[in-house]
Every structure is written in C-alpha cells, then in structure tokens.
C-alpha cells in the first residue's frame, strides 16, 4: 500500500473534515505526506484550504465544482480549521445578533474573526475566508 493509498485511506474514514499536514506524520516524512495531500487535491478528494490546511471535498451536484464535504458547509469548515488550530476567534456583530437572538436577520454569510492580531494566516473556502483581526 502505497503512502497516498494510506493517507486517501485515514481522509475517507476520519469523521474530521480539516485535515493538517501534521495528521499524517506516522505515515512519512513531511515532504512525501506533501506530495500525498497535493496528489489527492489534484484528484478531486481534497481541497487546499490554507498553508498545511486541507479539507475533504466532494463535487457539487449542480454546478460540477468542488465544495467541501461539510454539513455546515464552508463556514463550518472555517470553524473546524479554527479550532484545529488552536485559534481563539469571534463572530462578526451581526452573527452575534443573531445567534443570541437579538435579531431575526440572517447573515448571508458568518465572518470568523481572530482575537489575536498576531493571527496573519490566510483559511479560504470557496468566498468564504477568516477576516483579519481588528
């Protein structure tokens, strides 16, 4: 079996969606686990979503792209990579609105923003993507 064959194997039965570089090191050196994730992105069964930071995929049923493989979709993937990462983080004002129920609005779409402004990595899913802090 074969390093991509075993990493393809850990994605397909992890409950996880975000999957870091690091989640894979008992299987090889950190530049084959590379070319593994890369490999399987190119496939269609990952998505690069950031720097080390993958997500699983799947093809969308209407338009033939990849999208993550999510039941929250992208904005759940954002706050599951956030959380692997051990980043303390925030909802916009609006989402904060809404959640607490202080509003019957519903954003379009939740911004995730950092507490620490030292946080200068880039998560993007699709248009969705973690806002810099303030």
Wanted: glycine share 8%; aromatic share 6%.
């Amino acid at each position: 079996m074969t390093i991509q064959d075993r990493i393809k194997t850990r994605v397909k039965r992890s409950k996880r969606s975000v999957f870091l570089r690091s989640d894979f090191k008992d299987i090889a050196d950190y530049d084959q686990v590379g070319r593994g994730l890369r490999n399987l992105a190119r496939e269609g069964l990952l998505m690069k979503i950031g720097y080390g930071l993958y997500a699983r995929a799947r093809v969308n049923r209407i338009t033939g792209k990849l999208m993550p493989d999510n039941a929250a979709g992208a904005d759940g993937v954002l706050i599951e990579a956030m959380e692997r990462l051990d980043v303390d983080y925030k909802f916009d004002d609006l989402s904060n609105m809404n959640f607490s129920g202080q509003s019957t609005q519903i954003p379009a779409s939740v911004k995730i923003v950092p507490t620490d402004p030292r946080f200068t990595r880039k998560i993007t899913v699709g248009k969705q993507r973690v806002n810099e802090a303030r």
